[in-house]
């Protein structure tokens, strides 16, 4: 059974860092699309980093771009989102999320009309002074 587990949401200072985690459980060897998406109160929810394993092709917003990194660990099946000079408006829960797709174009998969088949069940970033 697939399955997404994410962890690492913190309340953090204004200008700190975070890293979260996503293990996979489950997954097989073939081409996915590995994302990190945030909604926070009274908004939709947004892709603010997103991989393709086809071409190893990324795609950050511009509001997130040369703050946050999103890698993967394949030995260990879990991706990281790396979040640096965070700021009040990062705050969210945030959901990692995956699809199996052989993706070249991963902009347009960095939004949530994309049907996303895995969920996970999403950890909370709080930034605040």
């Known amino acids: 059974q697939v399955q997404l587990v994410e962890s690492g949401g913190d309340l953090v200072q204004p200008g700190g860092s975070l890293r979260l985690s996503c293990t996979a459980h489950?997954?097989?060897?073939?081409?996915?699309?590995f994302s990190w998406f945030r909604q926070a109160p009274g908004k939709e929810r947004e892709g603010v980093s997103c991989?393709?394993?086809?071409?190893?092709?990324?795609y950050y917003p511009d509001s997130v771009k040369g703050r946050f990194t999103g890698s993967r660990h394949d030995a260990e099946n879990t991706m990281y989102l790396q979040m640096n000079n965070l700021k009040p408006e990062d705050t969210g829960v945030y959901y990692c999320?995956?699809?199996?797709?052989?993706?070249?174009?991963?902009?347009?998969?960095?939004?949530?009309?994309?049907?996303?088949?895995?969920w996970g069940q999403g950890t909370q970033v709080t930034v605040s002074s």
């Open positions: 991989m393709s394993t086809a071409d190893g092709g990324t």
């Open positions: 489950g997954f097989s060897s073939a081409y996915y699309v």
């Open positions: 999320a995956a699809v199996l797709a052989y993706a070249t174009l991963i902009q347009s998969m960095c939004d949530i009309s994309y049907p996303y088949q895995y």
